[in-house]
């Protein structure tokens, strides 16, 4: 019996043991913690949907030229494939192959031509240049009133069709290059902050003014500068600075990198802004950019964007800008330029960047060719918008995240873009406040958000078919020509 006894106190004292333990266990141990819980922590929030954006920034063409595309007919985009000239004759566009042998005039001037106060009814009255060696013939009959024959524009078409075409995307200058390339980095091609001026043409003066621009311009090169009621006699050496966009990844230690051809010429917009450059002597006697902005993120030659894909080293944000061979610009476009978008595309497309970048394809200005669509200026007749509102230019949004064979109405600019970059990455406005408040700044445009389904399956990517592919453009050792412009 006392056996007995002893050892069901034994159990006894061994359950009040396992007990204590438990409840030690529950309260954080015997280490005196207070945790009521063994729960692990909740797990970290998932990492956003968008890591990398890439904005391709090709040339010269307008939405009605480049883009007789049936299938996006069908879908209800807004294209045109007729105009009406200054006498009121209606004139049917007509097909030509992308290289041709002149230029479109595509200054303020040429863009006042058409626009006609909102009736898109002057194209007739545009310049257009015929080039060294061209046949008598040129220019042809109505030669602005001419679009892209569609195989010369199939990879542009794929795009558009598979993933978010967008039709109400307007440049926002209504001039040249020069100024367009300002206002993709920084939202204004003000000359300082502030200013209520704008650079409204491409530099002149100089013996190459395209190819040696910005803060490394010769002394004697300059540009036009635009009042708000769209007088242009005042000139400027074309460096400026301001805030840009590029500041605030810096400061948000976002990564970018913009990947051009050549150092100097007109598309290369940091070569404009003095902070970024840092030209090797005060302006206007620099003739090299030495600052940190330009020796770490801008990016020579153009092509190392490919590599940096395949490699695994592409940035957050990214630039990338054509030669001028592959950039669409009339009279110095080989026709190369649907394919090397589709080899940076399909490059992010069969990488490890797919699943989460969001590729924005536009064209930096409308080349001079004719589009039906008017864009919308505030102020009246003679007035201009406080950052501008060029003519219309084509926009394909790629990403697994766009739109499936959408049309987008969502009026954008190029200040849209940057107000996708800011959202995405979660940082402020470039010049916050700033009167005129810079282009990402404004109410009256979109951020793209029309664009994107972030509840959608992610699409998966459809190998776009071009031409030429990335190993033509890796091995071409051809010298990239200069921006050609009026």
């Known amino acids: 019996m006392r056996r007995l006894l002893d050892r069901r106190r034994m159990i ?17 141990g015997c280490g005196g913690g207070s945790s009521l819980s063994n729960n692990p922590p909740p797990p970290p929030p998932p990492p956003p949907k968008i890591q990398h954006v890439v904005v391709i920034f090709q040339e010269n063409r307008s939405t009605d030229n480049l ?10 985009a807004d294209i045109q494939n007729y105009g009406i000239d200054s006498k009121g004759n209606k004139i049917m566009l007509w097909a030509s192959p992308m290289k041709v042998d002149y230029d479109p005039g595509h200054g303020h001037g040429s863009f006042l031509d058409l626009y006609d106060n909102g009736k898109m009814d002057g194209e007739d009255l545009n310049s257009v240049n015929c080039l060294k060696g061209a046949p008598p013939t040129c220019p042809p009959p109505n030669p602005l009133f001419q679009y892209v024959q569609a195989s010369d524009a199939a990879p542009y078409f794929q795009m558009a069709e598979t993933y978010t075409f967008g039709d109400r995307m307007f440049q926002t200058n209504q001039g040249p290059s020069y100024p367009a390339h300002q206002f993709i980095i920084s939202g204004t091609s003000a000359p300082s902050a502030g200013s209520n001026l704008f650079a409204s043409e491409n530099p002149v003066g100089s013996a190459n003014p395209f190819d040696v621009a910005g803060c490394i311009a010769p002394p004697n090169e300059l540009v036009k500068l635009i009042t708000p009621t769209g007088d242009e006699s005042q000139e400027i050496y074309p460096c400026f600075d301001h805030p840009t966009l590029t500041d605030i990844l810096n400061t948000a230690k976002i990564s970018w990198r913009y990947y051009s051809p050549l150092p100097g010429i007109i598309w290369n917009g940091p070569t404009g802004i003095e902070h970024m450059c840092v030209p090797n002597a005060p302006p206007p006697n620099g003739t090299a950019c030495t600052g940190p902005d330009w020796v770490n993120n801008v990016i020579i030659p153009n092509t190392k964007v490919l590599t940096d894909i395949s490699n695994g080293q592409l940035a957050s944000v990214n630039w990338v800008i054509p030669t001028g061979q592959a950039s669409d610009h009339p009279g110095i476009t080989d026709g190369s330029g649907p394919s090397w978008v589709a080899s940076v595309v399909n490059a992010i497309g069969n990488s490890q960047y797919w699943s989460n970048t969001a590729i ?127």
């Open 12 to 28: 006894l004292l061994s359950g009040l043991l396992l007990c204590t333990i438990g409840l030690l266990a529950m309260l954080g």
């Open 360 to 486: 924005v394809i536009t064209w930096d200005d409308w080349g001079g060719w004719y589009d039906h669509v008017s864009p919308t200026i505030t102020g009246g007749p003679g007035i201009i918008n406080s950052y501008e509102y060029g003519i219309r230019v084509p926009l394909i949004v790629v990403s697994p995240y766009a739109k499936p064979a959408y049309i987008s109405h969502q009026v954008n600019d190029f200040g849209s873009i940057l107000k996708f970059i800011e959202a995405t990455f979660g940082v402020g406005n470039v010049a916050p406040g700033a009167s005129p408040a810079y282009a990402d700044a404004t109410t009256n445009t979109g951020d793209l958000s029309d664009c994107f389904d972030f509840n959608q399956t992610p699409l998966t990517f459809q190998k776009i078919q071009a031409p030429l592919d990335a190993k033509h453009f890796l091995e071409d050792k051809t010298p990239p020509t200069d921006p050609d412009d009026d």
């Open 67 to 76: 883009f007789q595309d049936p299938v996006l007919l069908s879908r209800g």
